[in-house]
């Protein structure tokens, strides 16, 4: 380098340069780098103009003043910056900053809020090497797209992470904040900035461990829009009763903190795991919450997406929400919740799907007064779950079965006997593994024209359920794909209208058969003229008749001695093939009702016949 710039006199007090601006000035001028290897100190607001700046061993003080570098910076992980007096470091250049550079000590022997803050303040990407840092006072970041990282979160399960924040201070604070400064004080919230690869530590003194929105903000900023926590941990939050190691805000307009994404993080021993209001809020992949009074605390008109093998393990509720859109739950993990998994006063719509359920609770789920789509499709619930009862549920749509354990259903109430209660609009219960149960299941419509549903698919089966149509214009339908509906203790089973007919419908939903109000004759059939087309009269309806054999048996799988009398499918499939259906095991399925206008058109024949033969009796 150039050794004429080289500085070596405390102040710059030396024959060649009187203050560091000079030394600067003629490194600049001599293409070179200016190198400081001696304690200095400013004596006034001061620009450095050399392309780069080393330091070998000297630290600049402040005083007070601000000092801007234009361009790079080389130096080892020590402090170069005393900013004991104050003062303020500029940097332009876009490069890493070292929060060492600025004080931070990882040793954990001092408070490093002040050198970690000053370092975030160069609007910089920001570095805290690995070590544990004291710091007392909020942490916050200062421009949007900024990011502070670390060495790693560490196996928090067992050691501190690699590089942790352990907070000291004054109890009810905030960790981490992605408010430049508190909004009463002119304060906004950034936008797209990241937060990773460190351990935060609150010390049961915390409020809030990271702050990715501040609840005071009712305008200023709209938001903050895709800011991101990736491989971070966060324990031991828990002063006060709403403490929350994640916070994405609270307010009553839905413009907080706007599609924020966590992936690949670790949040326990907090009274809440995270919480947010009134905006979308996207969690993983791997986002693991444990041993939290509550896992995730949904407010109102919030909306979640929770996906990609996060786990759930060992919270009171893992996931509670009050007033919330709609939740979607999928590939999740949750397990030993001492409450249940999931609560909700009231959902728009909720998903659980793919999932492992289980709980110690008395409650597997609790839905309260939910209304909307609700699904459970292929999660799985062990037989080592203390519970698998679904309560306090009144979805309007689809509801799907549970691998695993079969699920009992209860109303908000508690009822002895469970049931799910549909009031308005349509109700599934489908789409699951074979062979699972449904029990006790009752549905009330009260939803006008709308279908009220129950559906039961491949091989489950719905068991002591009930089901009941009340309004006028109301359908109550009951479908099954080869599922199976039953009763099986003595009482029978039982299909009822109060005020309408019963409709029967298979390969569609307009139904062909009926039970008419009233009717003790068994079941009516659709045979207006007007939905049907006439092709043609049944034609040699006497020899095709001749041709069917009439049988005395039992079916095979009967265990008793009474004979019933029979057609054989095979007979009537040859001269009336439409009276004949297959099973997909290949077996074939009479319909004897369609063999009634064969008989009637053979009476005909034979009465056209007798006529006939009368008729040329009498002439002889």
Request: aromatic residues 8%; contains cysteine; hydrophobic residues 40%.
């Amino acid at each position: 380098m150039n050794q004429e710039a080289r500085l070596t006199t405390l102040h710059f007090y030396s024959s060649a340069y009187n203050n560091i601006a000079d030394a600067d000035a003629a490194a600049s001028a001599a293409g070179g780098v200016l190198e400081i290897d001696t304690n200095v100190s400013l004596l006034g607001a001061t620009t450095l103009e050399t392309k780069e700046i080393i330091f070998g061993g000297g630290v600049i003080s402040l005083a007070g003043h601000t000092l801007t570098i234009l361009g790079a910076i080389s130096s080892g992980g020590t402090t170069i910056f005393d900013l004991s007096a104050g003062g303020t470091v500029v940097l332009t250049t876009g490069q890493v900053v070292n929060a060492l550079w600025f004080g931070a000590d990882p040793t954990n022997s001092i408070d490093s809020s002040t050198a970690i803050n000053a370092a975030l303040a160069t609007n910089q990407t920001v570095y805290l090497p690995k070590g544990k840092y004291q710091f007392s006072s909020t942490i916050r970041f200062q421009t949007n797209s900024q990011v502070f990282f670390g060495d790693g979160c560490g196996d928090a399960y067992a050691t501190v992470g690699q590089t942790q924040l352990s907070y000291t201070g004054t109890a009810g604070g905030v960790g981490i904040s992605f408010a430049t400064k508190p909004i009463s004080f002119g304060g906004y919230v950034v936008q797209n900035s990241l937060l990773r690869d460190l351990d935060v530590e609150g010390n049961n003194l915390l409020n809030v461990g990271v702050q990715l929105y501040d609840d005071a903000e009712t305008g200023a900023g709209g938001g903050a829009w895709r800011n991101k926590l990736i491989n971070v941990a966060i324990s031991k939050v828990t002063n006060g009763a709403n403490a929350v190691g994640v916070y994405l805000g609270a307010g009553a307009t839905p413009a907080f903190a706007q599609d924020s994404l966590l992936s690949s993080c670790l949040i326990y021993n907090c009274t809440i795991g995270i919480s947010g209001v009134g905006s979308f809020y996207s969690l993983g992949p791997k986002v693991t919450i444990f041993q939290c009074g509550t896992g995730i605390k949904a407010g109102q008109g919030s909306a979640w997406d929770v996906f990609g093998g996060s786990v759930f393990s060992g919270n009171g509720w893992d996931f509670s929400g009050t007033n919330i859109q709609h939740a979607t739950l999928r590939g999740c993990w949750f397990e030993n919740s001492s409450s249940g998994i999931y609560q909700a006063n009231t959902a728009h719509n909720v998903d659980i799907s793919g999932c492992y359920l289980h709980t110690q609770a008395t409650l597997l789920m609790n839905f309260g007064a939910a209304a909307g789509y609700h699904s459970l499709a292929g999660n799985f619930v062990p037989s080592g779950s203390s519970s698998t009862i679904v309560g306090g549920v009144n979805p309007t749509s689809a509801y799907g079965a549970v691998v695993g354990q079969p699920i009992s259903l209860l109303d908000a109430n508690g009822n002895a006997f469970p049931f799910i209660k549909q009031t308005t609009g349509g109700f599934t219960i489908s789409e699951g593994q074979n062979g699972q149960t449904v029990v006790a299941v009752e549905n009330t419509n009260t939803g006008g024209s709308a279908d009220a549903a129950f559906h039961a698919s491949n091989g489950n089966t719905f068991t002591n359920f009930g089901m009941r149509g009340t309004a006028e214009a109301a359908y109550g339908s009951l479908m099954a794909n080869m599922g199976y509906i039953y009763n099986p203790s003595t009482a029978g089973f039982m299909i009822c209208a109060d005020t309408g007919p019963v409709y029967v419908s298979a390969g569609g939903n307009v139904a062909k058969v009926m039970l008419a109000p009233g009717s003790t004759n068994g079941w009516s059939t659709l045979s207006d003229e007007r939905e049907k087309t006439l092709v043609a009269p049944i034609e040699r309806a006497l020899e095709k008749i001749s041709t069917l054999r009439t049988t005395m048996g039992r079916y095979r799988e009967e265990d008793t001695e009474v004979q019933k009398a029979f057609l054989l499918a095979q007979d009537v499939q040859k001269v009336l093939p439409c009276a004949v259906c297959t099973d997909e095991k290949g077996m074939l399925w009479l319909n004897t009702t369609d063999v009634i206008p064969l008989i009637v058109a053979a009476i005909k024949e034979l009465s056209a016949a007798i006529g006939h033969s009368t008729a040329v009796v009498a002439k002889d």
